[in-house]
């Protein structure tokens, strides 16, 4: 018997297209900003090209008695300071008019949270910078879990490189030394990456949020404490890529890899099997600065010198997330995490008021003759500076590894 089958309907049965639509990659509210002792606003007439702020050290302790006839010498007052210079930021994206008409989303709606977005996580990491340093910059009191001073020799293959009650009692003690107020009153604070709270978790020590009492609220993000030291998550807590010891040696990109490649081409794949998390790019040490487009990925397949990777690509890929030239790195090496001990005035910033502390949205319509181009974006204008005296940075291996990059 003849009858109608999906087959046959090659026009009426086709592909629905929704107008729904998923952004990725989680959207999260500000964290590092909370910590940071926000300046008076900057504004018109009232600015600098930066701004100095005096900062005056304790009189010596007095512990002799007077002596009756004679008078006290006084002591001088000493003074130091630190420097905070503001600079502009932003980012926008535009669309044509037809792009508009013919798209099935609403394009103004899907722009604006993605630059609603990218402009949180632009200054959360701006703040992170000042605190976990970069390269060749970074707060003088470094202080790494094995006692060494390069990150290279920090490997979670030894349980004396990652993260140990003892290690962070050691932090505490030495804020304490130092004279950094502890944010609460009692407890310091540290905003760290998932990579770590995993290795955190794992301690006897560790208590979950709900498990202890402080005297304020608790802050935006935070998922316990251990010690006197309140740990805050975020994405954004600070993780060196493939800067811990390597597991062998380092080789090169033989080709250029774009971004959404699900394959590399590699110098040499000696030792590398599937299973390995591989970094691509410069990673950080001591000296030098991570490239822009350090990321890393799983290798899921291993034929000569070509790698099959997973990675957190754009769009709902799972390849490169950024373009690598012929010749970068590629390394299997530990990654080390940032344990920033941050207490009151550990971190001074300044923003323009018409910027806000964390920018301001901006959409432009009609530059163009015919109001065809539309723009969307973000401006902020404002800086960081750390007081030394009151900033901590340790550091240690990881026991696990992640794709994307930080």
């Not at 006084?74 to 130091?80: L, N, V």
């Not at 979670?156 to 003690?173: G, K, P, Q, R």
């Not at 350090?294 to 709902?316: D, F, H, K, P, W």
């Not at 204008?381 to 030394?388: C, T």
Request: aromatic fraction near 8%; glycine fraction near 10%; proline fraction near 3%.
């Amino acid at each position: 018997m003849p009858i109608t089958k999906s087959t046959d309907l090659t026009n009426s049965v086709v592909t629905r297209y929704e107008k729904a639509y998923y952004l990725l990659a989680a959207q999260e509210p500000g964290i590092w900003a909370q910590f940071v002792d926000w300046q008076e606003p900057i504004t018109a007439g009232n600015g600098g090209s930066s701004f100095d702020y005096p900062i005056y050290g304790e009189l010596d302790p007095v512990e002799d008695a007077l002596t009756e006839d004679a008078d006290v010498t006084p002591s001088i007052i000493t003074d130091g300071n630190v420097t905070v210079t503001p600079y502009e930021y932003g980012a926008t994206v535009a669309r044509t008019k037809v792009a508009e008409l013919k798209s099935r989303t609403n394009l103004a709606t899907i722009m604006g949270e993605q630059v609603a977005r990218n402009r949180i996580k632009s200054i959360d990491r701006i703040i992170r910078r000042g605190a976990c340093g970069r390269g060749s910059q970074r707060p003088t009191q470094t202080l790494h879990v094995d006692g060494s001073v390069a990150m290279s020799s920090l490997t979670a293959a030894s349980d004396a490189d990652v993260i140990t009650w003892n290690f962070l009692n050691e932090l505490c003690m030495h804020a304490e030394s130092l004279g950094i107020e502890p944010i609460d009153g009692e407890n310091f604070v540290a905003v760290i990456h998932p990579l770590l709270e995993y290795d955190l978790k794992r301690l006897a020590e560790w208590k979950n949020v709900g498990y202890y009492q402080v005297k304020d609220n608790i802050f935006r993000g935070e998922v316990g404490m251990l010690g006197n030291v309140r740990f805050v998550k975020s994405r954004l807590g600070r993780v060196y890529l493939g800067s811990g010891t390597a597991v062998q040696a380092a080789t090169t990109l033989s080709a250029a890899a774009n971004k959404g490649a699900t394959t590399v081409t590699v110098a040499s794949a000696t030792g590398l099997t599937a299973g390995d998390y591989i970094t691509i790019g410069t990673v950080e040490t001591e000296s030098v600065a991570p490239s822009n487009n350090l990321e890393q990925c799983l290798i899921t397949n291993v034929s000569g010198t070509t790698l099959t990777i997973r990675a957190n690509g754009v769009g709902g890929g799972f390849g490169l997330r950024f373009d690598h030239a012929a010749g970068e790195s590629v390394v299997e090496a530990y990654n080390v995490a940032a344990i920033p001990i941050i207490g009151k005035n550990s971190i001074i910033g300044v923003y323009a008021q018409e910027a806000g502390q964390y920018g301001v949205p901006k959409l432009k319509t009609g530059l163009d003759y015919l109001d065809r181009f539309a723009y969307m974006g973000w401006w902020w204008y404002g800086g960081l500076g750390v007081i030394n005296k009151n900033l901590l940075l340790g550091k240690c291996a990881v026991s696990k590894w992640m794709l994307g990059y930080n």
